[in-house]
């Protein structure tokens, strides 16, 4: 895929990375194999101190997708955050994903997955990893535009509650804003 080369091209070229800050890819079908390779790409030295912010909106992700960047978040420590909007089949299965790369990953304070089909089991594993953690850098989940379950809106609470001091904004379901302050 097209992402694919992008990335064996930035890896090949290290000085062309260097000052790389903010990568957009918005619109782009990227594929497995192309988030398999922006996965591999983030974990690189190469990128490292550079890459900050990974937008992936509009890209038809899959669960699988963010699954195979998930394993690779424990490996970097730069990455601030990552936007994947508007991928209308990342699930549950995403967030859970997301949630035990966040068990290892402290360097992430942003993640936006707004009008997904995020329902909330998802959300309850993040609760429990955040609540687990001392204090966790995670200060935005978005999760605007989902049809949260019950289940959901209760996990998501005890989410804002979890951050131990830090704030946890617009963790919110069909686009109620909430900001939570300890």
Known sequence: TGCAKLCADLKLQPKASTGLTHLYLDGNKIG???CKALADLVSTPLAHGGLVLLSLNRCH???EDVQA??????????????LM???????DVS?????HAFEINRSIVTVSMRRCAVLGPGVKELSDVLAAQDAGTLLTFDLEGNHLTEEGL???SLVEGSLNGN???????????SQRSS
């Open 32 to 34: 497995h194999a192309g």
């Open 61 to 63: 992700l899959l669960d």
């Open 69 to 82: 960047m998930s394993e690779n978040l424990d490996q970097t420590d730069f990455l601030q955050s990552l």
């Open 85 to 91: 909007d508007d991928n209308d089949n990342l699930s």
């Open 95 to 99: 967030v859970l994903a997301l949630a």
């Open 154 to 156: 209760l996990y998501r």
């Open 167 to 177: 704030q946890l904004n617009a963790l919110t379901p069909m686009g109620q804003l």
